[in-house]
């Protein structure tokens, strides 16, 4: 994705601006559309991953967690 980033924005200053600036234009906001998306598809989780619903350590904050929930924890 960031290599047709870099195709699109080179190719609008280096030829397609020499026939047409709004064409250049519109490839320099596509191009710069891209990064956000790669990004946010790159960092995407899938239904299966749970992370939240991992202990984060603190026994107070997961007891305090788990209640809001409508978890019950084992005292021990």
């Known amino acids: 994705m ?3 980033c870099l195709l699109l924005f080179v190719g609008a200053w280096a030829v397609v601006r020499l026939f047409s600036m709004p064409v250049a234009i519109g490839m320099c ?5 891209i990064p956000p998306v790669a990004a946010m598809v790159a ?3 899938g ?3 749970r ?3 991992d202990p984060s ?3 107070t904050s997961d007891e305090w967690w788990d209640e809001l929930d409508g978890k019950k924890r084992r005292h021990e």
Request: charged share 30%.
């Open 29 to 33: 906001v596509v191009a710069m559309l």
């Open 47 to 49: 239904p299966e991953d």
């Open 57 to 59: 350590g603190d026994p």
């Open 43 to 45: 960092n995407r989780r």
């Open 51 to 53: 992370w939240w619903d």
């Open 2 to 4: 960031m290599g047709a």
